[in-house]
């Protein structure tokens, strides 16, 4: 190779080399992902109750400016957050940071104070999200990034008990140990308890500081300690799992925070006892007022040993029980405490009731004929069942053994329809002659004034046809605040639409009262007869909380049905 060549070819690089860093350094700059970095610092192990001070630093390495810069911090679970050295109310969970822009070389930085709540080991997750935009590119770009800190030490350790197991209906018992573990004295706490549903405190020790959850701890010395009992009664289904909770809170400007928490569950295990009530061979039956409900109480021994001394009983709640009339069968009635009571002297197998044997009592009793007395609201009757005994197995640990069930009857709304007529009303007037005359128009009245003990009924209306040759005159009044009725040419029907009935219509409110005007002019072939004027009236609707079509049908009028001028309808 010449020397000339040589000389070329070294140019030529050198030359491709030069336009190569022109390009670069005046040319489009490109973006690079990763050259925008997010970190959290803080703490990898911390003590319950301090606080903890989260650092988060995002920074713009790259050449091009970064828009609309969205960063979403989210605290640990159950962390108490601090703004300012306040306490605040964040529901959320975590704080946001929007920016418009984000130059490059620039970063920035962002702090975030909170107390970690939870139990020794726990691991506290803090997260951060950074999302923006990069120059004129499309799509925007998200960044994350996170740390863990390790509750290492409780300054108060909370020990709860509670037991594993237990059966519905079963005493238990929950304690809560507390202990200083600090180098201090810790003033100014208190403990709240969360109790499961299904449970119902009836002893306590020490008493509570305020109603039946929460004590207050003035100071607890270094190295001291307490405990708290809590007896009482836990239902549930079997297989529930019931928690209950105890949190220690202390006094920050003012405010309780959370501070501990401990916890203990007890499962709901298979009863030894097993109790249902059914009515009329259903547990699901809706029964209208002066309806008879005959009640079976099935029962069996659900245990693996033989029960003694059992009895069963039943109280039953509701104001529309006409008590009166119970029959019992034999069983014993305490009408001051509503309840029925069958003990081994009716049912001899409640002596000694073997594993898995069953049987069933039973008894009735009838609803009051109307609901006027029954009071506001929905309408229903409640039966508690409940199958028990003092006589407990050894092998069985336990104070007392029983089974619960209830049932609740609905009831029926039950409206009344008065429906009346008039030649004479007292507000239009009479028209026409009375006996009606062939050929001759005679104007009637038609009042329905409806009463609703029961439940609300909505959807509600009332209708009724109109035979051929009678006339539908346009002239009606009705109560303050209800609607007006239309007639339909096409079916001859006249539709009084009430939409919902409350309940107490009638009974704590005036009734929905309407009046319309109908006439007749009888022909030749009516001579002799009382024609209708209303066929197949009845009131119609949807019973809001049983959720049972109701209809109530009225009695067809004719023109002998008068109140004013009875047994004068008939066409001369």
């Known amino acids: 190779m010449s020397n000339t060549v040589l000389k070329w070819l070294i140019v030529t690089a050198i030359g491709l080399f030069v336009v190569s860093l022109l390009l670069f350094w005046f040319g489009s700059p490109s973006f690079n992902e990763s050259q925008v970095t997010l970190k959290i610092e803080g703490p990898t192990q911390a003590s319950v109750g301090d606080e903890v001070v989260y650092k988060v630093t995002y920074a713009n390495t790259t050449k091009i400016t970064l828009q609309h810069i969205h960063l979403i911090f989210t605290y640990p679970d159950s962390s108490v957050i601090l703004q300012n050295g306040q306490v605040v109310n964040n529901s959320t969970g975590h704080e946001t940071v929007d920016e418009d822009t984000l130059n490059p070389g620039q970063s920035q930085q962002k702090e975030f104070h909170a107390f970690l709540i939870g139990d020794k080991g726990n691991i506290k997750m803090a997260k951060a999200s950074l999302a923006f935009d990069a120059g004129n590119l499309k799509s925007p770009f998200q960044k994350t990034a996170d740390i863990s800190t390790t509750i290492t030490n409780l300054p108060v350790s909370l020990t709860m008990v509670a037991p594993p197991n237990a059966v519905n209906g079963q005493n238990i018992s929950y304690i809560l140990d507390y202990r200083n573990q600090s180098n201090n004295d810790i003033s100014d706490l208190q403990l709240a308890f969360t109790y499961p549903d299904g449970f119902d405190p009836r002893k306590f020790s020490p008493a509570p500081s305020q109603g039946q959850a929460t004590w207050s701890l003035k100071t607890i010395k270094k190295g001291e300690g307490g405990r708290i009992q809590i007896d009482g009664v836990l239902n549930g289904n079997q297989g529930d799992s019931k928690q209950v909770t105890a949190t220690l809170k202390r006094n920050i400007n003012g405010a309780y925070i959370d501070y501990e928490k401990a916890a203990a569950t007890t499962i709901i295990a298979s009863p030894l006892l097993h109790v249902s009530l059914n009515v009329n061979d259903s547990s699901n039956y809706i029964s209208h007022a002066g309806d008879t409900l005959q009640y079976t109480v099935d029962y069996q021994n659900d245990s693996n040993v033989t029960l003694s001394g059992l009895t069963l009983s039943v109280r039953l709640d509701g104001a529309m029980y006409d008590f009166s009339s119970m029959d019992t069968r034999g069983a014993f009635f305490d009408s001051s405490s509503r309840t029925i009571t069958w003990n081994s002297t009716i049912i001899p197998a409640f002596d000694n009731l073997r594993p898995n044997q069953n049987g069933s009592a039973v008894f009735s009793v009838k609803l009051k004929p109307g609901a006027a007395n029954a009071g506001s609201g929905n309408l229903f009757v409640h039966a508690t069942a409940q199958l028990m005994t003092e006589n407990i197995p050894d092998t069985i640990d336990a104070q007392q053994i029983n089974a619960q069930n209830d049932l609740v009857t609905k009831i029926t709304s039950q409206p009344i329809v008065d429906q009346s007529l008039y030649y004479s009303d007292p507000a239009f007037g009479a028209s026409g002659p009375l006996p009606p005359a062939v050929a001759q128009e005679t104007v009637f009245t ?38 007006e009725p239309t007639f339909n040419k096409g079916t001859s029907q006249v539709i009084w639409a009430l939409g919902t009935i409350p309940q107490g219509v009638g009974i704590s409110s005036p009734k929905y009262e309407l009046a319309f005007q109908v006439s007749i002019k009888p022909s030749s072939t009516q001579s002799g007869t009382a024609p209708f004027l209303i066929k197949s009236p009845a009131l119609s609707g949807v019973d809001s909380f049983t959720q049972q079509n109701i209809v109530v049908p009225g009695q067809d009028l004719s023109t002998n049905d008068t109140i004013d001028q009875s047994g004068q309808g008939t066409v001369q």
């Open 446 to 483: 038609v009042h329905w004034r409806i009463t609703n003990p029961g439940n609300t009924l909505s959807g509600a209306k009332v209708t009724a046809t109109l035979p051929q040759g009678v006339t539908w005159k346009n002239v009606s009044s009705v109560g303050a605040g209800q609607p």
